[in-house]
């Protein structure tokens, strides 16, 4: 089983759309879990973090299962810049290393 | 402006070349990464290091050495190279290894001739 999984894509929709993604992890000693953006061609940037109460920024609203080992990313009315490859991370427990899910690639059309 | 600078941002290399990637980042962070990008494949990290000191070699095959003289360098030693090695290598730093905020680098793009 990959230490995190996410459904690659793409997941085409159009301006407006709510979409969401989910993340599961392998780890259940994880402590930390993040959403990252990669636009093509540049560098990962973080997102957001993900709190076990779940948390909102503007559009964006993460969510943390750690009973099923799962982290969502819901994207309301979503922007034509919202297109990207979102990245569910993982930071395992003993502190140093981040781990990446492959992305999932979402295109917002008009 | 990234506080995260690499160079060169792209580079094609024969298999018995050398070449060198460097990375320097003006945030003052202590603790600076390699990752490698494949197509299709999820970031693989490579090497930690923390106040200069190599943390985690994730089982890296030695054709890639990398050095780290100070805090706010890192570079990445190439030789004899494969094909199959050719990926976006990413530079990343943060404050310390409990701090959770990678700040990345562009990337160089390599291609291994």
């Known amino acids: 089983r990959k230490e995190v999984e996410q459904d690659p894509g793409p997941f085409n929709v159009p301006e407006g759309a709510t979409v969401a993604f989910n993340c599961t992890y392998s780890?259940?000693?994880?402590?930390?879990f993040f959403w990252y953006r990669q636009d093509c061609r540049k560098e990962p940037k973080l997102l957001m973090s993900v709190y076990s109460s779940g948390n909102e920024d503007g559009r964006f609203t993460a969510q943390l299962n750690r009973a099923s080992q799962y982290i969502s990313l819901l994207i309301r009315d979503s922007k034509l810049s919202d297109s990207a490859t979102y990245l569910c991370?993982?930071?395992?427990?003993?502190?140093?290393?981040?781990?990446f899910g492959t992305g999932t690639q979402l295109k917002v059309e008009l | 402006e990234t506080g995260v600078t690499q160079t060169p941002r792209h580079l094609v290399m024969g298999m018995t070349n050398k070449k060198s990637l460097k990375c320097e980042q003006h945030l003052g962070h202590n603790a600076m990464y390699w990752y490698k990008q494949s197509a299709k494949k999820p970031l693989e990290l490579m090497f930690v290091?923390?106040?200069?000191?190599?943390?985690e070699n994730n089982s890296v095959p030695s054709r890639f050495s990398p050095e780290c003289p100070n805090s706010s360098h890192l570079f990445l030693h190439l030789h004899t190279l494969q094909p199959e090695d050719s990926a976006l290598y990413l530079c990343?730093?943060?404050?310390?290894?409990?701090?959770?905020?990678?700040?990345f680098g562009q990337g160089t793009r390599l291609t291994v001739v």
């Open positions: 991370v993982v930071l395992a427990g003993g502190g140093n290393k981040l781990t």
């Open positions: 290091y923390n106040f200069k000191e190599q943390t």
């Open positions: 780890n259940s000693a994880s402590q930390s």
């Open positions: 990343a730093s943060s404050q310390d290894l409990r701090n959770t905020e990678a700040f």
